[in-house]
């Protein structure tokens, strides 16, 4: 990417110029992307809480062979509401507040494209997840078939069938309205001489999520409310008994979940991006190599849906076509982690909160990859599947992955919304409590699987007890840790910590997008004459 | 703290290809009794170490950056920012390990799926929470659910210590029988939601689909007795339906075979008490599943 | 007076851009259901 020179006068104002509106109105009422992204960022900190609090549930009653806690439904009802709360109010909500924040800095606008449909789409978030988040007390509990919600399983649910989908819709059209403003911005909002290829990754992987989200969240939005009608319209899409079938239910769902992996990880890819080679004051290893990369796996993410079903009973050319598919997939998410390899080598490296979470990212990151290569042969796949092994993967390509790389962003560019800098040496504590406990809490539960533990079950067989009981303390630390994450943010909102940031917020040496040339915090209107980018 | 740095210890004691299979600390996938499950841990086994060279590449040169390159010693940033001839090998050398991985998996895929030859069939239904099994042709079927004792103890705070327990979760009422080096050929379906039998010692899962048949075979090479687990959320007691096969020599399997067809009597009987899954009712389905 | 020409020309592409996006999802999204009725019968 190409240095980029600005002039820019904060000091120009025109007529329309004012600053927030005063008390609650400027966040009910908000159209401004920053106050609009705060308002994301904020939900999503208490949705990793609440989906958090879910997960320890769950590993409590793990702690030991046994029932001790929780009866065998409401444990359902908590792998279930975890994964949906974790997903679509804690990820995915996250990455859009980064989006909003950011896009408009990097690319030099004034703000969205969209103001009010932005409003809209944040507003929608705490009525779906109240909704979902409601069905805990209905009779017969909150929706406790999975996050896949296959049928017939899923019409078993009680009252809570019919919440739980309507929340689904409600998300679905919140993240597809998120993801059309941050197109539209990107395409018509750029600054004179921003082209494509001079965009930030961070931009670049967002543009691509968001063409993402609007072809699969639809696809979700179909299928539930094709089980919808199933429980009752009578309509039999996935029921034998009417000539309809479960499977296509899964082949639905996966060619929505499928992508939807990489929506929460594309944008992660683009912070990581940014945050190895400011750190290394280095410029990123094949700038144009890692937006083909994105482009591919987003690409292959589409024909490669049905390796989460391999046991299905699939016709064999079906199953060597995803597992060759997939273990395409492989290559670009190579060239990615080799580049980001490649961007430290001969760096100059300093190791701030956010670089160790980077780092910290595409080393864990990295095995949830190798695992996913291992998962991608089918025949091995026959054992893996559906147990701790699975679960063990796509959490260390979430949570040390998307995860790292959302606190990885907000310690990166905390200081720039803040204005001041945050408490250096707890953000550290916070990285290196956090790393650790979460290998503790993941990596055995590559061996629980491998040994033949299968995943969603709330008690187990006593030679499972060890590693069961390792993870669980694994849990409690991972989980107790996020609280430093919360003071630190905390007390850089309340100005408490530290000194005033300055414009480049962290050394001269590299940082070197729009969104630095700006004030720390930046004005309130970002870019009210257009950079230009030379 | 002493707990975690024995537990540690452990896991390094542990190390990877451990021996016995279910001993605590267990941290590899079995190598099995039957061919496939032998030669799907065979590729288990290549992947894994694949991944390992690998990753012992990328760390290295990820750690020699960190250690090395550091600003504090003085390190000068490099100015270069792309190489078309580094780039073009990396891309490069992961599709070939790619290739070649994937010419065994397809070998033991084309194997998985050839149920031709097949000496013994038995029809697998799925139910909420129990298994059942109806050898074919052969007038012997019956369910099989968890056993009793292991029921008692995991029920919500029951005072069992379910260490006391043999074979925790893991025993049935009535085990799957099965001749020893014989095509046992699975046909699985579900009587109501979905589920998925697996015996890890087999080597295979598969799903049972409520109106859909589904199949798998094997052939166990030595007698014993192997356990798994329903695979597949089925609701409130999924992790409650074991599956417990115990492999016999062919002369003790006929015995046994014998035996059930004198003793059960009316095999027909019990095989109308398992509803063809077709005819599930729309209504059953609707059924609110939780258990009283 | 040009500032202003492209501006009105700005938003009439965001507002075109936007609306084809709108379309599409809500395409998928019939696309889908549509597939599996078809499937069915
Ligand atoms: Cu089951």
Not at chain 1, 181 to 200: E, F, S
Not at chain 2, 211 to 239: K, M, N, P, S
Request: with cysteine.
């Amino acid at each position: 990417m190409s240095t980029v020179h600005t002039h820019v006068d904060t000091h120009v104002h025109d007529a329309h110029d004012h600053g927030p509106a005063k008390g609650w109105r400027r966040w009910v009422f908000a159209t401004n992307h920053k106050d609009i992204g705060t308002m994301y960022l904020l939900f999503s900190l208490a949705m990793f809480f609440v989906g958090g609090v879910m997960a320890l549930i769950i590993r409590a009653e793990l702690f030991q062979p046994g029932l001790q806690l929780v009866d065998p439904m409401f444990f359902n009802s908590m792998t279930t509401m975890h994964a949906l709360v974790m997903i679509f109010g804690a990820v995915m909500p996250a990455f859009v507040g980064l989006a909003n924040w950011m896009i408009p800095l990097q690319i030099g606008a004034p703000d969205m494209a969209l103001p009010r449909m932005n409003n809209f789409s944040f507003w929608i978030l705490p009525f779906a997840f109240t909704l979902l988040l409601s069905t805990l007390f209905v009779e017969g509990g909150a929706p406790a078939s999975g996050w896949t919600m296959y049928p017939p399983l899923s019409l078993q649910t009680g009252p809570a069938f019919p919440m739980s989908i309507f929340a689904i819709h409600l998300m679905g059209a919140s993240s597809i309205m998120g993801a059309i403003n941050v197109i539209v911005t990107i395409m018509n909002m750029r600054a004179p001489g921003m082209t494509l290829l001079k965009m930030p990754l961070f931009t670049w992987g967002w543009l691509i999520t968001a063409y993402l989200i609007i072809a699969v969240m639809p696809v979700l939005a179909g299928a539930v409310t094709m089980l919808l009608t199933d429980h009752f319209f009578g309509t039999t899409f996935f029921s034998a008994a009417g000539g309809g079938d479960p499977v296509m239910y899964q082949h639905i769902f996966w060619f929505f979940g499928h992508p939807e992996v990489y929506i929460m990880i594309l944008p992660a890819f683009g912070v990581i991006s940014e945050i190895i080679p400011t750190f290394s004051r280095k410029r990123l290893f094949g700038y144009d190599a890692m937006v083909y990369a994105i482009a591919s796996i987003a690409f292959l993410s589409f024909i490669v849906w049905a390796h989460h079903m391999f046991t299905v009973g699939m016709p064999l050319a079906g199953q060597m076509f995803f597992m060759l598919a997939t273990m395409l997939i492989a290559v670009p998410t190579g060239v990615k982690v080799f580049n980001w390899a490649a961007t430290m080598y001969k760096g100059s490296l300093t190791f701030e909160p956010p670089m160790l979470f980077a780092l910290a990212f595409v080393f864990l990151f990295t095995i949830g990859g190798f695992s996913g290569l291992m998962l991608a042969i089918a025949p091995a796949d026959f054992q893996y599947h559906d147990t701790y092994f699975v679960v063990a993967h796509f959490h260390y390509v979430l949570v040390p992955g998307a995860v790292f790389a959302i606190m990885a962003a907000v310690y990166f560019w905390l200081p720039k919304w803040t204005g001041r800098m945050y408490n250096m040496k707890l953000a550290k504590t916070h990285f290196w409590l956090s790393a650790i406990f979460v290998n503790v809490l993941f990596f055995p539960q590559h061996f629980l699987g491998l040994a033949g533990m299968p995943r969603r079950i709330p008690d187990y067989s006593t030679q499972f007890a060890d590693w069961n009981m390792v993870s669980s303390i694994g849990a409690f630390g991972f989980g107790f840790a996020q609280i430093l994450f919360l003071i630190v943010i905390l007390q850089s909102i309340r100005g408490r910590s530290g000194v005033k940031a300055t414009d480049k917020v962290w050394d001269d040496g590299m940082p070197q997008g729009l969104e630095w040339t700006l004030s720390s915090p930046p004005p309130y209107h970002s870019f009210e004459v257009a950079p230009e980018v030379k | 703290m002493l707990k975690i740095l024995k537990y540690v210890a452990a896991a390094i004691a542990a190390g990877l290809p451990a021996g016995a299979a279910f001993a605590a600390w267990e941290v590899n996938m079995p190598v099995g009794v039957t061919e496939l499950s032998r030669e799907i841990h065979g590729l288990h086994m290549l992947i894994f170490w694949v991944c390992v060279v690998i990753a012992v590449l990328v760390f290295s040169v990820m750690i020699y950056s960190i250690v090395k390159f550091r600003r504090s010693k003085g390190a000068v940033p490099a100015t270069w920012d792309h190489s078309t001839k580094v780039e073009v090998v990396w891309t490069v050398i992961p599709i070939a390990i790619l290739v070649g991985m994937a010419v065994p998996a397809a070998e033991t895929l084309i194997k998985i799926e050839d149920m031709r030859d097949s000496e013994l069939t038995v029809k697998v239904t799925g139910y909420q929470w129990q298994w059942h099994y109806d050898y074919l042709d052969k007038g012997v079927s019956f369910f099989s659910r968890l056993d009793r004792k292991s029921d008692a103890a995991r029920q919500l705070r029951s005072g069992i210590d379910p260490r006391t327990v043999e074979n925790y979760l893991l025993e049935v009422d009535n085990r799957f029988v099965v001749p020893v080096d014989t095509k046992v050929r699975v046909l699985l379906t579900s009587g109501d939601v979905v589920h998925a039998w697996w015996v890890p010692e087999f080597g295979l899962k598969k799903d049972a689909f409520p109106g859909f048949i589904t199949e798998l075979w094997f052939r166990a090479t030595r007698t014993g007795v192997f356990r798994g687990q329903c695979a597949e959320l089925c609701g409130y007691d999924h992790g409650f339906m074991p599956i417990v096969v115990e492999v016999k020599s062919k002369e003790d399997f006929e015995a046994w075979l014998q035996e059930q067809q004198a003793t059960t009597g009316t095999p027909a009987a019990q095989t109308a008490a398992a509803p063809a899954t077709s005819q599930l009712e729309t209504d059953a389905a609707l059924t609110v599943a939780r258990a009283e | 007076m040009g500032a202003a020409m492209e501006d009105a020309e700005r938003k009439r592409r965001i507002r075109r851009t936007a609306i084809l996006l709108a379309l599409l999802a809500i395409a998928v999204y019939v696309i889908f259901i549509a597939l599996t009725v078809m499937r069915r019968t």
